[in-house]
């Protein structure tokens, strides 16, 4: 077996004297394993938050959606004309479009939302 020597620098020695370890080697071994442990408490942070900026989206969405359900509700309930600024109208509009695309809303009062061309449900 072939063993390869590699020059230690001073400074590394005297560190290592300086903090009690009986070798070099050990010296080495522990910033081998100090370095480790820092790479995965970054990389288990950044996921931690990354998880919790998902969680966060998610509910967003979650919060939106009954939002949506809940206003179509109103208004097909209602049955009255809203008087909305154009920003407003603009969101609405965006808004029905994305759901209809997603087949969870539909313009057209004949067309369930969430049903097939048959009738049957999705």
Known sequence: ?????????EALILKSKERRFQSVNQYLL????????HKRGTYNQVLE??????????VERLQLDRLNETLSFF???LDIE??????ERDFLERLM????KKGTWSY???KKAGTTKDGAKK
Do not use: C, G, P
Request: glycine content about 0%.
């Open 30 to 37: 522990y910033l081998q394993e100090y370095e480790e442990a």
């Open 49 to 58: 938050s990354h998880n919790k900026v998902v969680t966060f989206l998610e």
């Open 1 to 9: 077996m072939a063993t390869k020597s590699v020059r230690i620098d």
């Open 82 to 87: 809203l008087q909305l600024s154009q920003r």
């Open 108 to 110: 057209d009062e004949k």
């Open 75 to 77: 208004l097909e309930k």
């Open 97 to 100: 479009r994305a759901n209809e």
